[in-house]
């Protein structure tokens, strides 16, 4: 009797939580840092470490940018070409589809660091704008590095990467907008007490273990 009672209880508590995890939204955290501050890199060691999505704003765009058929693929390629900054609406539509397909897959993965956004004001104006009510922002990820550094690091991965973003003239111009529209940006979270920084300047071991502190506390 006492044995079915607690089994019956058991089975609705799993119940509930399976519901609650249907209607969970996504937790968010913000990466953000200068180009060559080693977003991509940390970004992998931490979903190889805790159960985090990894989605880049720039890996989706230049995914959309390559795709056959994207009606947006040349505004795209131009945008980024420049050292622009593609327009909030395609980048947002882009992340708010691959947060949905992955929890559809598996709806214990609603946990998402989203690299290199939002990048301006326009970007953080249109994520309240569309995200409100549907994804919560746990904190911003800030990769605080030397300007120096991210130059040195961005021409060196260039020779490799085959991204066209990664040369002087490109990288000049990206320096300039994550100067001029990222760190506004990052300074209105930090009145809010939504900044966790990291010293991104050292090598990648001592990165993530910097970062390792501030995931373990914030759980």
Not at 4 to 22: D, E, I, P, T, W
Not at 55 to 73: K, N, T, Y
Not at 103 to 125: C, T
Request: glycine share 8%.
């Amino acid at each position: 009797m006492i044995g079915r009672l607690f089994s019956n209880v058991s089975h609705k508590v799993q119940s509930l939580l399976y519901r609650a995890s249907l209607m969970m939204k996504p937790q968010v955290v913000f990466v953000l840092g200068g180009p060559g501050a080693g977003k991509g890199t940390q970004c992998t060691k931490i979903v190889e470490n805790y159960s985090y999505t990894h989605l880049s704003a720039g890996d989706l765009l230049r995914a959309e940018r390559a795709r056959e058929g994207s009606q947006f693929g040349q505004l795209i390629a131009s945008y980024i070409k420049d050292g622009k900054i593609v327009p909030v609406e395609i980048t947002i539509d882009l992340l708010r589809k691959a947060m949905e397909e992955m929890m559809k897959k598996d709806e214990k993965m609603f946990r998402f660091l989203i690299d290199g956004f939002p990048r301006n004001e326009d970007n953080l104006q249109g994520w309240n704008r569309v995200m409100d009510g549907k994804a919560d922002v746990k904190f911003v990820l800030f990769f605080d590095c030397a300007i120096e550094v991210c130059i040195d690091r961005c021409l060196e991965r260039g020779k490799s990467s085959g991204r066209t973003d990664d040369n002087r003239e490109s990288l000049e111009k990206r320096i300039q907008t994550y100067l001029q529209s990222t760190r506004p940006i990052i300074e209105q979270y930090e009145k809010l007490g939504k900044v966790r920084t990291v010293d991104a300047s050292r090598s990648v071991d001592e990165v993530f273990a910097g970062v390792k502190a501030i995931l373990d506390r914030e759980g």
